[in-house]
C-alpha cells in the first residue's frame, strides 16, 4: 500500500538545499505503484512534481500539490559483439551508472562523470558535458503515461532531443514519467577528447593512450575543481544554458568583443560560454545577501547557508540583465524553475 505523506520538507531532496514543503508526497519503488498511485481520481486533478535527485530545479515556493520522488533501481545489460545495451531504472543515480559502465569497458558515458542527478532525469533535459550528450547513446526509455495508465516506449526520434531539450520539456511536458531508460554503449572506445580541459589534464599525467576510465577520472577531476559539492554548499550545478547564437550576430559580436569565448554549434550557428559573458560582467564569486556565484565558476550559482529561492531567482534575474546589457544576449536558465516567483 502507498504511503502518501503530507507537508514533507523537500529540503534535503533538492541540491540546492531550499527549504520548501510539499503538500503530498509519494515515493515509488515499482512501475506497478504508479498504476496504483493514479488509479485515485484525486491525483490526476492536482498539480504534480515529478521529483528525481533534485539537481536541476530550485523551488521557490512551497509545493501546493502531490510531489512524486521516482526510486526506481536496478542496472542490467547484454552484449551482442561490441554493441552493449544497458538498462537502468529512473531512480538509479546517474553517476553511479556512469561507474558501472565505466568499470565494464562499456564506451560511451565517460564524459558525462559525476553530473548530479537520476537516471530518469537524463533523456528529459539531454544532459551534457564535454562535447557529449544524452541523445549520442540513448536508445529508448520506458515511461507511464498519466492519462491513460499505459507503459509507453520511446525511441529516440521520439524524444526530440535538443540542446538541453526533448519533448517531455515540451508538448509532452507533465504529461508522463520516465521508469527506465536505455542506453546503446560500445565495447570499442571512440574517445572524445576535444573539448574543454580533458587532453591538457591527460597530458599533465603523462597519458598517451587514454583508456575511458582515464577520461572519466579526468572529467570527474575537472568537475571537482570547478564545481561545489551540494553536499557541502548547495547548488544546481550550471544555472544557464550557453547561447546559440546565428553567425550574423557573433560576427557583429566578435568585432566589439574579439576574444569571446565560443564553439562551433551546427551550421550557421555559433554557441557562447555563458560562464564567461557572466564572468566579464563582474559576478565570478560575488555575494549577494545568502546567495551568489561560485568562485570558481560564474555559471553556478550557489545557497551560502540560508538563501531562499526567491533570493537566488532574483540573483539570476540580475545576472541575466547585465549579461543582455553588455552583449546583447540573452542568458537562459536551464535550472527548472519550481513555484511561481514573484
Known amino acids: ?140 526509455c520506458r515511461a507511464f503515461e498519466i492519462a491513460t495508465g499505459q507503459i509507453k516506449t520511446f525511441t529516440h526520434a521520439d524524444c526530440k532531443f535538443g540542446y538541453r531539450e526533448s519533448i517531455f520539456k515540451s508538448e509532452l511536458k507533465g504529461q508522463y514519467i520516465i521508469t527506465s531508460v536505455k542506453y546503446k554503449l560500445s565495447s570499442i572506445p571512440n574517445l572524445n577528447l576535444k573539448y574543454g580541459a580533458i587532453e591538457q589534464e591527460l597530458a599533465a599525467r603523462g597519458i598517451n593512450s587514454p583508456t575511458i576510465k582515464d577520461v572519466s577520472d579526468v572529467v570527474a577531476h575537472i568537475r571537482v575543481s570547478k564545481l561545489p559539492d551540494p553536499s557541502t554548499i548547495g547548488n544546481a550545478g550550471s544555472f544557464f544554458k550557453n547561447p546559440v547564437i546565428d553567425v550574423d550576430k557573433f560576427r557583429l559580436l566578435i568585432k566589439i568583443h574579439p576574444d569571446v569565448v565560443n564553439y562551433p554549434a551546427g551550421e550557421g550557428f555559433i554557441k557562447l560560454a555563458a560562464g564567461w559573458l557572466i564572468e566579464q560582467c563582474g559576478w565570478r564569486g560575488k555575494v549577494v545577501g545568502n546567495t551568489g556565484t561560485w568562485k570558481n565558476q560564474a555559471l553556478v550559482l550557489v545557497n551560502h547557508g540560508r538563501a531562499t529561492g526567491q533570493e537566488v531567482y532574483d540573483l539570476s534575474s540580475a545576472i541575466i540583465d547585465s549579461v543582455y546589457a553588455k552583449f546583447g544576449v540573452k542568458l537562459e536558465r536551464e535550472v527548472n524553475i519550481i513555484g511561481n516567483p514573484a
Open 1 to 140: 500500500m502507498l504511503q502518501i505523506q503530507e507537508n514533507t520538507s523537500l529540503k534535503h531532496l533538492n541540491t540546492f538545499g531550499i527549504e520548501a514543503q510539499a503538500r503530498y508526497f509519494v515515493e515509488i519503488s515499482h512501475e506497478d505503484e504508479l498504476t496504483e498511485l493514479f488509479a485515485d481520481a484525486k491525483w490526476h486533478s492536482i498539480p504534480r512534481l515529478v521529483l528525481g535527485g533534485g539537481s536541476n530545479m530550485l523551488m521557490v515556493s512551497n509545493f501546493d500539490g502531490l510531489v512524486i520522488r521516482v526510486n526506481i533501481r536496478g542496472i542490467e545489460h547484454r552484449i551482442s559483439q561490441d554493441e552493449v545495451m544497458v538498462e537502468a531504472g529512473a531512480g538509479e543515480v546517474w553517476n553511479d551508472l556512469v561507474n558501472f559502465c565505466v568499470d565494464r569497458g562499456f564506451a560511451g558515458m565517460e564524459n558525462l562523470s559525476l553530473i548530479p542527478g537520476s537516471v530518469g532525469a537524463s533523456p528529459i533535459q539531454n544532459i551534457g558535458a564535454y562535447g557529449v550528450e544524452i541523445k549520442d547513446v540513448f536508445e529508448s
